[in-house]
């Protein structure tokens, strides 16, 4: 069993910049050969959305961009088995969201094909 684990959410203003981080429990070769990993969101009242992926398994380039967040946010990863992160610049009032890192091995990021959750992390940003 895999657990993700998220940390960087807080308050922010418009305008400022929050970089959030993604783990896995296991960093073994098993896990990262067979999932990628990404960011998904849900706002309060909304459903969950996805943010931002690596395109392919494996992979610490390649990264594919919701139209809302393009050019703001910027998903990393160091090596395929480390860590993950959004760096989220230029906040607004609407990318306030509970932020979900996840894992899957199906080529799309439909959300019933996602394997492994994290708890979530808050993010708040106020006008």
């Known amino acids: 069993q895999v657990q993700l684990e998220e940390s960087g959410g807080g308050l922010a203003q418009a305008g400022d910049s929050l970089r959030l981080s993604c783990a896995a429990s296991?960093?073994?070769?098993?896990?990262?050969?067979?999932?990628?990993m990404g960011w998904f969101r849900q706002a309060p009242g909304k459903g969950r959305e996805y943010v931002s992926g690596?395109?392919?398994?494996?992979?610490?380039?390649?990264?594919e961009y919701i139209d809302s967040v393009k050019g703001r946010f910027t998903i990393s990863r160091v090596s395929a088995k480390g860590p993950m992160f959004l760096q989220m610049n230029s906040l607004k009032p609407e990318d306030t969201a509970v932020y979900y890192c996840?894992?899957?091995?199906?080529?799309?990021?439909?959300?019933?094909?996602?394997?492994?959750w994290g708890i979530g992390t808050l993010v708040t940003v106020s006008s």
């Open positions: 996840a894992a899957t091995r199906s080529t799309t990021w439909s959300l019933d094909d996602i394997e492994y």
């Open positions: 296991r960093r073994t070769s098993d896990f990262h050969a067979y999932y990628k």
């Open positions: 690596f395109r392919y398994i494996g992979s610490t380039q390649d990264a």
